[in-house]
C-alpha cells in the first residue's frame, strides 16, 4: 500500500465486516477492534464474545451479505470458515466492486476437493504422501486389500472436518471406504482418495498470499484428538500452541520453497491465482516436511493463538493481499509463546448438549483472552451453542508459563461438565 492510501485510510477509518461465529472470528475481530484503522465492525453472526458486533445474518446467505456490504458500504470483509468461500462468497463481492480477503471459489477448491489438491501437489512437485483415487467403492476396496494398513481414507469433499480417517488396522480402512463411499458424507464422498499414512509431528502453517507471495505466519501446532495423549475422535481442534520448540527458519524456509509458491504458481499459471490465507498441513517426516493438506483459510483453534503472537496491525497486512502488494509489508510478531485450550460441550465431538449456562471471570489480564466460540447470549446470561464452546488464550515468555497461566485461567470459568485436554501444548516440552 503506497504512503498516501494508507494515510487516507487512518484519517478516514474502515468499515469491516467478518464472516463467520467462532472462536476464530472472535479471534479475528479482537484483532482488528484494536486496529486505528477499524472505525466500524461487523461480525455475521457471530456469538456471545462478539455481541456488541454482531449482525444476524448467516455465512451461506451470500444475498443477504453482499446486500448488506453494498448498503453500508464496507471496505473490507474478511471470511472465516470454508463453507462461504467454496460456494463463491469472494467472486460474488468482487462482481459487486467489493473489497474482501479470501480465495475465489476456484481457488478454494484446494480444500473443497482432496482430488483437485491432489493434482495441484502433483502438478507443483510439492512433497506429499503416495495416494491412488477411486470412484468405484469394488475397486478402492480391492486396492485396500493389496495395500493394507495403516493407511488413510479421505472423503474428497468437504465434510465439516470428519471425512479423513486414519486407520491403524485394516478393518477400519475398510469400513472407512464403506462409510464414506455408503453416502455417510453426501456427495463428498462420491470419490475417495487412498494415501500413505505418514508419521511425524504435525504443524499448521498459515501464509498469508497475495497471488505470488506467500508470507508465514508464526507456526502452531493443533491437538486434533479428543482425549489427552492424542487419542480418541479427531475433533476441529482441542488446543494450540505456538511456535512448536522444533521448528526452525530453515524448516520454514523450506515448506515455503517447496510447497507454498510452487502451489501459487500453479495456480497463478491456471489463471486462478490464490489470494487469501493458506493453511499448509505439514507432517515433519523423517524424509522431510510432507503436505497432509491445504486449508483455504484461517485455522480455528490456530487463529486464537496466532492472533494473540501478531504485533503489526492486520488490516494493512489483508489488503496487501488484496493489493498483490504483501512484499512491501512488514509483519511482526511478539517474542514468546501463545496457548490456547479449548473447553468443549461434553460429549463434543459426539451429540453434545446446548444451553449450559457459563460463567467468566469479570477481569482478565492484558495478555489473557477468553476466546467465545459456540456461545449465545441469552437475555444476560452466556449459554453453550456449540460443540467447541471456548478458546481460553495467554501470552507468555515460555510455553511453560503460558501451559500454567491458562490451565489457572480455566478454573476461574464457570461451565459445568466441560471436557478439555490438560496435556495441550506438552508435546513441545519434549524438545
Ligand atoms: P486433513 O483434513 O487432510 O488434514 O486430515 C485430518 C487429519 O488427519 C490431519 O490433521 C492429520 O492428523 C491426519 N492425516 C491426514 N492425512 C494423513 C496422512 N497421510 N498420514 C497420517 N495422518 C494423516
Ligand atoms: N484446526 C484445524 C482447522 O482449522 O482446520
Redesign the pocket.
Known amino acids: 500500500m503506497t504512503g498516501n492510501v494508507l494515510e487516507k485510510a487512518i484519517t478516514e477509518g474502515k468499515k469491516i465486516l467478518i464472516v463467520g461465529s467462532g472462536g476464530r472470528e472472535h479471534a479475528l475481530a479482537w484483532k482488528v477492534s484494536q486496529s486505528p484503522l477499524c472505525k466500524e465492525l461487523y461480525v455475521a453472526p457471530g456469538n456471545a464474545g462478539t455481541e456488541k458486533w454482531n449482525i444476524p445474518l448467516q455465512v451461506d446467505d451470500i444475498d443477504a451479505l453482499v446486500s448488506f456490504a453494498t448498503e453500508k458500504e464496507i471496505d473490507l470483509t474478511i471470511v472465516g470458515p470454508e463453507d462461504p468461500l467454496s460456494i463463491g462468497i469472494v467472486d460474488r463481492f468482487q462482481a459487486q466492486g467489493l473489497k474482501i480477503f479470501g480465495p475465489s471459489q476456484e481457488a478454494a477448491k484446494l480444500e473443497s476437493s482432496?482430488v483437485f489438491a491432489k493434482t495441484i501437489m502433483d502438478e507443483a512437485k510439492v512433497p506429499t504422501?503416495e495416494y491412488q483415487t477411486f470412484t468405484n467403492k469394488e475397486e478402492a476396496l480391492k486396492y485396500l486389500g493389496r495395500i493394507g494398513a495403516p493407511i488413510?481414507i479421505?472423503a474428497d469433499g468437504l465434510a465439516a472436518?470428519k471425512?479423513?480417517i486414519?486407520a491403524n488396522l485394516f478393518d477400519e480402512a475398510m469400513e472407512g471406504v464403506e462409510k464414506i463411499m455408503g453416502g455417510a458424507f453426501g456427495s463428498a464422498g462420491n470419490e475417495v482418495v487412498i494415501?500413505?499414512?505418514?508419521?511425524g509431528e504435525?504443524v499448521s502453517l498459515l501464509c498469508f498470499c497475495d497471488g505470488m507471495t506467500a508470507v508465514p505466519m508464526v507456526a502452531v501446532q493443533?491437538h486434533?484428538r479428543a482425549l489427552n495423549g492424542d487419542l480418541g475422535l479427531?475433533t476441529g481442534g482441542m488446543g494450540t500452541y505456538c511456535p512448536p520448540p522444533f521448528w526452525t527458519k530453515k524448516l520454514e524456509q523450506e515448506v515455503i520453497d517447496n510447497i507454498a509458491l510452487p502451489t501459487l504458481e500453479v495456480m497463478h499459471k491456471r489463471g486462478t491465482p490464490f489470494t487469501g490465507v493458506l493453511f499448509l498441513?505439514i507432517?515433519l517426516t523423517s524424509r522431510g516436511p510432507k503436505l497432509?493438506?491445504y486449508n483455504v483459510r484461517f485455522g480455528d483453534p490456530e487463529t486464537q493463538v496466532v492472533m494473540t503472537l501478531l504485533k503489526s496491525d492486520l488490516i494493512p497486512v489483508l489488503e496487501a493481499c488484496i493489493e498483490g502488494c504483501l512484499e512491501e509489508i512488514k509483519i511482526e510478531w511478539f517474542e514468546g509463546t501463545a496457548l490456547c485450550i479449548v473447553m468443549a460441550a461434553p460429549g463434543y465431538p459426539g451429540s453434545y448438549q446446548k444451553g449450559i449456562p457459563i460463567s467468566l471471570p469479570q477481569n482478565t489480564e492484558e495478555n489473557k483472552v477468553i476466546f467465545h466460540a459456540g456461545t449465545i447470549l441469552n437475555t444476560d446470561r452466556v449459554e453453550s451453542s456449540g460443540g467447541r464452546v471456548l478458546g481460553v488464550t495467554v501470552r507468555s515468555d515460555s510455553l511453560v508459563s503460558a501451559r500454567e497461566e491458562a490451565y489457572e485461567l480455566v478454573k476461574e470459568i464457570g461451565f459445568p461438565g466441560a471436557h478439555f485436554r490438560t496435556d495441550i501444548g506438552l508435546k513441545g516440552l519434549k524438545y
Open positions: 482432496k504422501g488413510v479421505k472436518g471425512g479423513v486414519v494415501e500413505e499414512y505418514l508419521e504435525e493443533d486434533k479427531n498441513g507432517m497432509l493438506e
